[in-house]
């Protein structure tokens, strides 16, 4: 639950935060979200598949729109990890590594059901697994399949490789120099947005687009990160949220790997 209210608390411009709604949806929806969400999300008798599920099914009866589809895969995994016990950074890893290599074809039904419940923008049409039509393989494979073009399912492929060198070192560093996980969250959210084009925004604008948005994301998280006090960047962070919105960008993806990457730094602290 911590972990869904740290990331909505962050301003993230483009996207949807306590500090600015956006694309039809309001932080009153992330945090109704949240609440029916985490219940569902840990429990431990239930597979990946049916996790997110239920948790999907539970969000839609609630707020009627898709908040949380990319968070609640990333999560899941996460969660069930840390469910086989860990002392280090490096032991969730490896238990991450067994949880998502022992996925099944089953989980993949599911999964698929809950992304087209969830309906997230720009899903489009593949010629291979597409989730309209049932799957037949295991989640693992079908999420390799699609991990050229979807940095959540590129996440399955390469055991969470962007949360673990790019994300949580974001937080840890940034929360060690100002001493405030909100904006070290903030910085972890703009150094996404400036390594990654997000997947989001290419599916629904394309690749030219989005490169631009990781072009111009850049100088801004290089003013961000050199901030003594990084409450003096909000007018900085507003102006790029205003310039994004404007246009309907919204760095949906980059959101959701920074909420991952505040779970794992959450659990290991």
Not at 85 to 90: K, L, R, T, Y
Request: aromatic share 8%.
């Amino acid at each position: 639950m911590a972990s869904f209210i740290g990331e909505i608390e962050a301003f993230k411009p483009g996207n949807v935060s306590s500090y600015a709604d956006g694309h039809n949806m309001t932080a009153e929806d992330f945090l109704i979200s949240a609440e029916v969400s985490a219940p569902l999300l840990c429990e431990k008798n239930c597979s990946l598949g049916a996790r997110v599920l239920n948790c999907v099914k539970a969000t839609k009866k609630s707020v009627a729109c898709n908040t949380n589809l990319g968070m609640l895969l990333l999560f899941t995994p996460i969660i069930m990890a840390a469910e086989l016990g860990f002392e280090s950074i490096e032991k969730l890893k490896k238990n991450l590594e067994i949880t998502l290599t022992s996925l099944t074809k089953n989980d993949a039904n599911q999964v698929f059901e809950a992304i087209f419940i969830a309906n997230p923008g720009g899903l489009g049409k593949t010629a291979e697994q597409d989730v309209t039509h049932q799957p037949d393989c295991s989640l693992l494979h079908a999420m390799e399949l699609a991990s050229h073009r979807d940095s959540v399912a590129l996440q399955y492929s390469n055991n969470f490789s962007e949360v673990f060198k790019l994300g949580f070192p974001a937080i840890k560093d940034f929360d060690k120099r100002w001493n405030s996980v909100k904006w070290s969250t903030v910085s972890c959210y703009l150094t996404f947005m400036a390594s990654i084009k997000d997947s989001h925004i290419e599916r629904k604008y394309g690749s030219e687009i989005a490169e631009q948005i990781k072009i111009k994301s850049g100088i801004i998280v290089e003013k961000f990160n050199n901030s003594i006090d990084p409450e003096a960047s909000v007018e900085l962070l507003r102006g790029f949220d205003r310039e994004l919105k404007a246009r309907n960008y919204n760095p949906g993806t980059s959101a959701d790997l920074t909420a991952t990457s505040l779970l794992v730094y959450n659990l290991i602290n």
